[in-house]
Each structure stands twice: as structure tokens, then as C-alpha cells.
């Protein structure tokens, strides 16, 4: 079921004698001590332990006495598989939506959090995450997306452009000071929790022409995606696809289980590389192709070798070559005009929401059967 595309939650009135909570206001949850029904025109619907909402509804207001339940010790009871489950991407500009962890947090009717729904994109509009979050879930999803805009992997490794740009090690270093110790605000668990990966982009983009096999670059996604998997507390450093996964996966006997990567698309056929030399395309297509194969080997090798780890791996690459292929079979005017309605690319580099709208269909039938899409 879609979300509904809502503002932010309204801020909520002083509890009083008699006092109901506004539409997408809090009306329940361990340790609320405001209004437990709604206004007329909504109902105060069950998140978990910790949050209910009014949502909007044809009902008149309602307390919800499941909301208020008392809770003992520090066990975080399991969130029942449909209603609510997690998501945190890892990213660039391909993926970000402008999220601060220090903000305003997901919540039922506010699944993005801040900035609202659709966010700031690279290419303007909803992306792929903003679509699944709302419009392909299966569930109620509370996305906490960590991607930053020109994110590289490691800036030890490929310098951003600004030095005030999260890598991906950063990212990954700010989930773990944060979401991963699973507070009442993110009672996620192994079960209901989904991590993607989209990273690269800006790595061989700033890179491409420096020569090398680029195993640096998968080593230290390793790495990272192995350090998610296992204790969220060992120091964060080098390889890709392996770190990751340890510190996202084991903190407390149950980190992160189910990862979602995505390869580098064909950037060389973007309108900013189209004007540059063809043997600088062709170079960079070159790189590309060798940084996915080694991606797609090290995600074989990790879910190898971690049992328990469940991995998909939506290939970018191929769906952007169909699509460039033969862009007026999918709705665009062609494969190289940017900015306007009906283009594939958003901008000279980043793809359109519309294209976005396609990659995020494409994700959610990859990912068909799981509590998320």
C-alpha cells in the first residue's frame, strides 16, 4: 500500500482536559503523556511500542490503549512483518534525498523524515528512494537515507569534491553513532531492516583516467558493508563491500541481514561526458565495467562466507543501456537531452525523476516477496 504524500507532522497542541491530536499528530506511544484520540477526520493508528498517529480517516477520533502499553527491561518488542519495516540507503547523489540524522526522524505520514517528502535529489524531484519509500512499498517504511551528494567511497581514497562531503565511510560511521544502537525513536531489527549500497559514481568519475584495476575501491566497500554485518564498533576502514555489511550486521547479536547494492551506471554516456573526447568515454566505460565485475564477484563472496546475509543486486548499468538505447520505447524524446519534461537526464549528469520512477519499479519486482516492496 502507498504512503500518502503528506507534510510534515504538525506540531503537536499542549495536552488539556478534553484535548484531541491533529491530523499526523502523536496520539500514543511508551512515555506520551499528550492526547490519546484524534479530530474528528482521523484515527490514531498503531506505529510500534513507541509512536501511534492520528492519520487521516473517515472515522471520528479514537484511542488507541494498544499505544500506551507499558513496557518492561530494555527489550524492543518485534514490530509484526507489514506494518513497519526499515530502510537505511548509503549513497551519493543518485540516491540522497538531503536526510540529517540529527533532524526530524521518520514517523508514520513523514517516512523520509527531513527534508519532507520528495527531499532534495540530485536530478530534482522523487528518486528512487522517495518512489519506494511511498509509492512501491509493501509496507509502512521508515527510510533513513545516509547518502550524501558527491560522496566517493573513502575521501582517503577518491577526494570529493568539497571536503565537507560525507563518503561513504563517513556515512556509514554516522549510522553507527546513531540508528544502530537501535534507540525507541529506530527499534529496528534484523528481520525488518533493509541497507542499500549505491556507490562509485563519483569515485571513477574522479578517477577514471589515473589508470589501475580499481580493487582498492572494492575492498574498501567490502570492508565496510562486513563491519554493518558484524559489531557496529570495530574501527571502519578497508575494503567495500565487506565493511559494510561487519559493522551494519552483528551489533548486539542482530545487525544487519538484508543489503540491497547497486553497480555504477553508464556515466560515460552522460551529457557531461558526451562532451568530452571519445577516448575519455571510452575509457571510463572501460573502468566502469571492471569496478562492477569485481562488485558482483566481492557480493558473491560476502554472502558466501556471512551466513544468514541475504543480498540482491539491481543492475543499474544494464537498465540505463536499455533505456539509452532506445529511450522513446520508455517515454523519453531521446538519450541525451537534459532538464525539460520528457528527458532521461534531470541535468547533465544526474537521470530525471521519471527515470527514477523506472529504476524504483525495477527494485521493487527485484525485491518482490520481502516486507519491503
Known sequence: MAFLRSLPIIALVAAGVGAQSPVWGQCGGQGWTGPTSCVTGATCTFSNAFYSQCLPSSATGTTTTTATTTITGTSIPPIPTGQVTYWFPFGDSYTTTGFDPNSTLPTVGNPLGNPPFPGFTGGGGENFVGYDTVTFNKSTIMTYNYAYGGATIDANLVVPYLPTVLSLTDQVNEFLAGAAKKPATTPWTSANA???????????????????????????????????????????????????????????????????????????????????????????????????????????????????????????????????????????????????TGDFWGNNYHPSSAAHQIFAKQISTLLAGTPWF
Open 194 to 340: 533493509l541497507f542499500t549500497v549505491w556507490i562509485g559514481i563519483n569515485d571513477i568519475g574522479n578517477s577514471y583516467g589515473n589508470g589501475g584495476d580499481r580493487d582498492a575501491f572494492v575492498h574498501i566497500l567490502r570492508h565496510t558493508t562486513e563491519c554493518i554485518f558484524r559489531t557496529g564498533t570495530e574501527a571502519l576502514v578497508r575494503d567495500f563491500v565487506y565493511n559494510i555489511s561487519l559493522k551494519l550486521t552483528q551489533r548486539s547479536g542482530a545487525g544487519a541481514r538484508n543489503f540491497l547494492f547497486i553497480n555504477v551506471p553508464p556515466i560515460d554516456r552522460s551529457p557531461l561526458m558526451l562532451a568530452e573526447p571519445a577516448a575519455s568515454q571510452a575509457l571510463e566505460k572501460t573502468v566502469i565495467a571492471g569496478f562492477n565485475t569485481k562488485l558482483a564477484a566481492q557480493i558473491s563472496s560476502f554472502k558466501a562466507n556471512n551466513s544468514g546475509v541475504t543480498t540482491w543486486l539491481w543492475d543499474s548499468n544494464a537498465a540505463f543501456t536499455t533505456i539509452l538505447n532506445a529511450p522513446t520505447q520508455f517515454g523519453f524524446v531521446d538519450a541525451v537531452s537534459f532538464g525539460n
